[in-house]
């Protein structure tokens, strides 16, 4: 019978680890700061409007945040036993 349930079970590690992959991706604030100091660059050197700047700006804070605060938790959740 265990034999039987191994596929089932390697297929659940298998969707399980791609969805860490994907929040961790998500959420990795490195990245997202990356993204801003590039979105910096791009507006200084005129290759972006300010506009264009502003809006693309406003959603990677707001990333940034949402990724701050998904790291305060999963680490939170990770030191209380």
Same mark, same amino acid.
């Not at 791609?18 to 290759?47: C, F």
């Not at 809006?55 to 804070?61: F, G, N, P, S, Y």
């Given at each position: 019978? +265990?034999?039987?349930?191994?596929?089932? @079970?390697?297929?659940?590690?298998?969707?399980?680890?791609? +969805?860490?992959?994907?929040?961790? $991706?998500?959420?990795?604030?490195?990245?997202? @700061? $990356?993204?801003?100091?590039?979105?910096?660059? $791009?507006?200084?050197?005129? *290759?972006?409007?300010? *506009?264009?700047?502003?809006?693309?700006?406003? +959603?990677?804070?707001? @990333?940034? *945040?949402? $990724?701050?605060?998904?790291?305060?938790?999963?680490? *939170?959740?990770?030191?209380?036993?």
């Amino acid at each position: 019978m +265990v034999l039987l349930t191994l596929p089932l @079970r390697g297929l659940f590690w298998i969707f399980e680890e791609i +969805v860490t992959r994907a929040e961790n $991706a998500r959420h990795d604030e490195d990245g997202l @700061r $990356a993204e801003l100091l590039q979105l910096y660059q $791009a507006m200084e050197s005129g *290759a972006l409007s300010e *506009a264009e700047f502003t809006e693309r700006e406003e +959603v990677l804070a707001h @990333r940034l *945040a949402e $990724a701050e605060e998904w790291h305060r938790e999963n680490d *939170a959740s990770h030191e209380s036993p």
